[in-house]
C-alpha cells in the first residue's frame, strides 16, 4: 500500500482534483490517504448520493466501481506528474480486463470505500493498472485497466 510521498496526507480533494479531467459530482473520490510512484489509495462517501451521477433506477450498480478505479489511475497520475514538475497528459480508458465483481450494488453500502490503483506498467503514452475497491476490508471489485494518452492534434 502506498504510504505517501507528500507529509501532509490525507490530501483533501481541494488538493488534487484540478490534476483530472473529472469535475463537480463525477469527480467521484474525496480524498487520497496514500500515495507514491508505484500506486494510490483513495477513500470516499460518494456512493451514498442520492445526485450520484451514475445512478439509475434508484441504485448504484457495481460495475461503476470500474469508474472509481479508473479516477484513481488519473489521480495517481496527476500527482505523479505535479511531483516531477509537470502535468499529466490526458489519457482514455481503453480497455478492461479481469474485472470482478462481487456485489450487485453499492448505493446500499453504510460507510467508507477504499479505492487502491497501482501502475503495472507505464511507457511512451501508455499505462497498465490494476485496481481493488473494499468496503471494510472486504472486496467489492478488482481488476486491471489500460489507458493510451491522447494525441496531440496539429493545425487543420
Not at 450498480?61 to 497520475?77: D, S
Amino acid at each position: 500500500m502506498p504510504t505517501g510521498s507528500n507529509p501532509s496526507l490525507p490530501l483533501p480533494k481541494s488538493d488534487w482534483a484540478a490534476l483530472i479531467p473529472h469535475a463537480g459530482s463525477m469527480c467521484l473520490l474525496d480524498e487520497v490517504v496514500g500515495w507514491d510512484a508505484a500506486g494510490v489509495h483513495a477513500r470516499t462517501d460518494s456512493h451514498r448520493r442520492a445526485d450520484h451521477p451514475l445512478r439509475s433506477d434508484d441504485r448504484l450498480r457495481a460495475l461503476h466501481l470500474c469508474e472509481y478505479g479508473a479516477q484513481a489511475m488519473a489521480v495517481h497520475g496527476g500527482l505523479v506528474a505535479r511531483a516531477a514538475g509537470g502535468a499529466a497528459k490526458p489519457g482514455y480508458l481503453v480497455s478492461l480486463r479481469e474485472v470482478e465483481l462481487h456485489v450487485a450494488r453499492i448505493d446500499d453500502l453504510a460507510g467508507t470505500l477504499d479505492v487502491h490503483a497501482e501502475r503495472l506498467l507505464g511507457g511512451e503514452g501508455s499505462w497498465q493498472y490494476a485496481f481493488r475497491v473494499e468496503h471494510r476490508g472486504a472486496l467489492l471489485a478488482s481488476g486491471r485497466a489500460a489507458v493510451m494518452q491522447a494525441r496531440e492534434r496539429g493545425p487543420r
